[in-house]
């Protein structure tokens, strides 16, 4: 007989109790807060979709096929939903299905959004499902760099840097070779980059985040200098052409997925790729058996005879050339270098490698939030919905603010992330 | 094989850690290396194991002379060590903790072959009796447990010679004593052992030879079958020694301490501190026995008014200081000594006499209004360093520069030197020398005999029973018994502590009546 049970009146009302008492105040407040966003949503729903142009709109699928969703009924049911879950959300909470619910009532918002912007126009669904992949492509290549320095210790602030760098050295190199050989010139300049950022951080133990945006500075200034400098006045050095979309043969007929999937550049594949490398790298080799024990207790690993600050070197430094494939990316895309073109990307990176628990696959699915995010933005400025293009843009830094504080500490980050190793 | 460390010395900025230090280890046999906290064992043992450098001296094996330039050298050459802070990462399994630097693969890619690792593990396991689960993750196993993967790594590595250092500090009486026994059967399969300890008698019990380190030297060697323990420990410190406490027996008044069903969890909500209730009266010594990380350090916290409790009260005399502030607490007569004083006790770049007023520059007439009054807060330094015997060059000394036993002063010093109703000490002598572990005792039993009620919080069962008369044992966050210390026994302790056994209820009428 334990001490407790024995002061226990009886079973049940203790099991009550125990029920009550495994919410922490944290989890209640997050419950509430919850709720409380079911309420904005609702009231957004009510105040402008709900006043939306009226009308159908149709999402097309690619060949014939096609949906149409009528708007105001539409945003009426989305409200009203919505109010319905804040309201048991606050008062009662949703358990286990709390998770489930937020999904599905996201999802439930967004088609609500996208039936509003398109009323009664037409709205290819099939398209911005594959802009979406399109414009997750550099954040999943940024973020595989993040996780593969993180995942050995050493915090990279400086992604932005890394695939600014590669965007200006492709078009660069690319324009004065080809844009293959660019595409090399940027991973290895990214590379060498990388490697300074951790020269710096495990030689001289220089706080690793000042030391990654030291060099998003010193990139962002460089690139933008040689650009008004060099560039704009050698217009020959500035034009790499674009490298185009390539059919996969077979699975681009396949209706609906094959458009979004299979009719994507090289570069989409290559993530794919590097996706599925680096989770079997990471989780089924001696090198990712290392790289992960050298990041979570370099101590452990050092004492064992694993060199330490050699797996972070070499870490870091390959991470630096696949954020340089990454920044190529942008030249492949537009064909040329302009001045700031990564725009803030390399930070969604970072977020992405923590929404998705620096896990390859996680870091997939959360770039594909960002990048549906993009995609919409975008397809928004062309439907001329009269949110202003400013805010728009906005638009994916807000949803990484949204995500990444909602999914907040819930993450396991590697234990000796960020603090410098010394060998005695 | 034989390895002998010949005429090492190891300097650091300001110390001489080892001083033409001389020792001979042979397989087959136990040898204990005994000496107080920075006598510089642990940095022998890293030179040996390669992690540090030896300024002067030289290594030989076999007679043969060599260089560890890194741990991996030194494995190579046979040596393993089971570090002190166990060098696990938490979220591996226990076999690729122990394959790791030595992965068994396949293919050229590198791929690990985990049904390999495991089999290995099972194996060299059931081997030594150690009862591994090759795929449990570590974060989820009890230290004891965990010590034994540390003792799997270095055997997987086939090591001829194992280091221990301080292996008993995290363990319970009962593991200690499986402890011994996987010693006892390494030894038996012709092993050398380095047992490093600052316990004397477990050094007394399980040696074959015992070696004696003080300041940086080494000042003897002793047969364990030759010597007792006032001896090894006038050796080790170098002066006669008082081990045991001396103290009169208690005269509990009224309770001044009383802690109701209080219950407090981490963010995750995992429970830390389990429906504690118990009661400490003016004058007596209550002593928190456990095994670390069993919610002591959190029921502390919950004291001091650093954590907040979900349910429960807690009252000092009339007043309820459930939900009051740190400062609160310590105003209403609380003195705190806590458990880890570099992080919580002292601020290491502040001078000694900033520290002494750390609790109290707003109170005493240390400042006026936003202005410090300096001149009179050093005049009470002088004096406090003075009267608890702080050993420092002076008072504008920073404290992270003085040694642990004069740290430890500094705080007792602050803490006791006022009007108490109540003395939580967590883990007063963790890392001290012996002269001022008898010091800060001595210390403690005066406030109790002065009227306060004490309550002593400490991994070391020794401690606890020296000190307390009375003895609570925590496990998993629940006070698992609460018993007269002068109707128990150490044993009795180690099962509670282990969870093995658990007390009924008693009220604490009961107890103390």
């Known amino acids: 007989m334990s001490v407790t049970d024995s002061t226990t009146p009886g079973t049940d009302a203790y099991v009550g109790m125990l029920e009550s008492m495994s919410r922490t105040p944290e989890q209640k407040r997050r419950a509430r807060n919850l709720g409380i966003g079911y309420f904005v949503a609702a009231g957004i729903a009510l105040a402008i979709f709900v006043r939306g142009d009226g009308g159908t709109s149709t999402f097309t699928l690619g060949g014939d096929s096609s949906i149409g969703l009528p708007g105001i009924p539409l945003a009426w049911l989305c409200a009203i939903v919505l109010a319905a879950l804040g309201g048991v959300q606050i008062s009662r909470g949703t358990a286990k299905l709390q998770s489930a619910l937020l999904a599905a009532a996201t999802i439930l918002f967004i088609v609500t959004l996208m039936a509003w912007a398109a009323a009664g126009r037409q709205f290819s669904l099939t398209g911005t499902l594959h802009d979406a992949l399109k414009a997750a492509t550099p954040l999943v290549l940024g973020a595989i760099a993040g996780i593969l320095c993180e995942r050995s210790g050493i915090i990279n602030i400086a992604i932005e840097g890394l695939l600014l760098a590669g965007a200006f050295t492709s078009a660069l190199v690319g324009s004065a070779t080809n844009i293959w050989i660019g595409i090399l010139a940027a991973m290895a300049v990214s590379a060498v980059l990388a490697w300074v950022l951790a020269w710096l951080a495990i030689r001289f133990h220089v706080d690793q985040v000042i030391v990654g945006f030291a060099i998003n500075f010193f990139v962002l200034g460089l690139t933008s200098f040689l650009d008004s400098r060099v560039l704009t006045k050698n217009p020959q050095l500035n034009g790499t052409g674009t490298i185009a979309e390539w059919e996969v043969p077979g699975l681009s007929s396949i209706p609906i997925v094959g458009p979004i999937l299979f009719e994507q550049t090289f570069y989409v594949y290559a993530a794919l790729a590097l996706v599925a490398i680096t989770t079997w790298m990471l989780f089924k080799t001696k090198w990712g058996l290392r790289t992960r024990a050298v990041g979570e207790h370099p101590k452990a690993a050092g004492t064992l005879g694993v060199n330490v600050l050699r797996r972070r070197y070499i870490n870091v430094t390959i991470a630096g050339a696949v954020a340089g494939f990454g920044g190529s990316w942008w030249t492949a895309d537009v064909g040329r270098f302009n001045e700031n073109i990564t725009n803030g990307r390399g930070f969604i990176a970072l977020a992405v490698v923590l929404v998705g628990r620096h896990h390859p696959v996680g870091a997939l699915m959360a770039a594909l939030v960002f990048g549906f995010t993009d995609a919409l933005a975008l397809k928004f400025a062309i439907l001329n919905t009269g949110i202003p293009s400013e805010f728009l843009e906005l638009a994916p830094f807000f949803v990484t603010l949204l995500v990444v504080a909602s999914v907040g500490r819930g993450a396991h980050v590697p234990a000796a992330l960020g603090k410098p190793y010394e060998e005695d | ?513």
């Open chain 2, 1 to 513: 094989m034989e390895l002998e460390l010949r005429g090492i010395t190891k300097r650091f900025p300001g110390v001489i850690a080892n001083d033409d230090v001389n020792l001979t280890i042979k397989t087959g046999e136990v040898l204990a290396l005994v000496g107080e906290n920075g006598a510089g064992k642990s940095t022998l043992m890293n030179i040996m194991y390669g992690l540090y450098h030896a300024d002067e001296g030289q290594i030989f094996v076999d007679g043969n002379p060599v260089t560890f330039e890194t741990s991996g050298d030194a494995i190579a050459a046979g040596i393993g060590m089971v570090h002190q802070h166990f060098m696990l990462v938490p979220v591996f399994t226990v076999a690729e903790n122990v394959v790791l630097g030595v992965e068994p693969t396949t293919g050229l890619l590198g791929k690990l072959d985990t049904a390999e690792a495991n089999a290995q593990v099972r194996d060299i396991s059931g081997q030594y009796g150690l009862h591994l689960d090759p795929e449990a993750l570590i974060e989820s196993l009890p230290v004891g447990i965990q010590q034994r993967v540390e003792i799997l790594k270095v055997l997987f590595r086939d090591a001829e010679i194992v280091v221990f250092d301080e292996p008993t500090a995290v363990l319970t009486p009962q593991e200690i004593e499986e402890f011994f026994n996987i010693v006892e059967s390494l030894k038996a399969s012709g092993r050398g052992i380095v047992f490093i300890t600052h316990k004397l008698t477990e050094a007394l019990k399980v040696a074959d030879r015992i070696s004696v380190l003080r300041r940086g030297k080494t000042v003897g060697e002793a047969d364990p079958a030759e010597i007792d323990e006032i001896g090894l420990a006038e050796l080790m410190v170098g002066r006669p020694v008082q081990l045991v406490v001396d103290k009169a027996p208690s005269q509990p008044g009224e309770p001044i301490l009383s802690v109701d069903q209080i219950h407090a969890v981490d963010s995750s909500g995992r429970t830390l501190v389990d429906h504690v209730s118990f009661d400490v009266h003016a004058g007596e010594i209550v002593g928190v026995a456990g095994v670390q990380g069993n919610g002591q350090t959190e029921l502390v916290e919950a004291l001091t008014g650093l954590r907040d409790v979900i349910t429960g009260s807690i009252h000092l005399g009339s007043e309820d200081i459930t939900h009051a502030t740190p400062r609160d607490v310590h105003r209403a007569g609380v003195a705190h000594i806590p458990e880890d004083r570099q992080r919580a006790g002292l601020v290491g770049d502040f001078s000694v006499a900033e520290n002494m007023v750390l609790t109290r520059y707003h109170d005493d007439g240390f400042s006026t209004g936003i202005k410090m009054d300096w001149p009179k807060a050093r005049a009470v330094a002088a004096d406090l360093v003075e009267q608890y015997d702080v050993r420092t060059p002076s008072i504008q000394t920073a404290a992270g520069n003085l040694s642990g036993g004069n740290q430890q002063k500094v705080i007792v010093a602050r803490e006791l030197s006022r009007d108490l109703e109540l003395v939580i000490a967590s883990q007063p002598t963790r890392g001290v020398d012996v002269g001022s572990i008898e010091y800060i005792h001595s210390q403690v039993v005066k406030a109790r005999d002065e009227g306060a009620a004490v309550l002593v919080v400490s991994t070391e069962l020794d401690e606890v029973m020296a000190l307390s008369d009375r003895v609570i044992v925590m496990f998993r966050g629940r006070i698992v018994a609460n018993l007269r210390r002068d109707e128990t026994e150490h044993n009795d302790i180690g099962l509670y502590m282990a969870g093995a056994k658990e007390q009924p209820v008693k009220t604490d009428a009961e107890t103390t009546s």
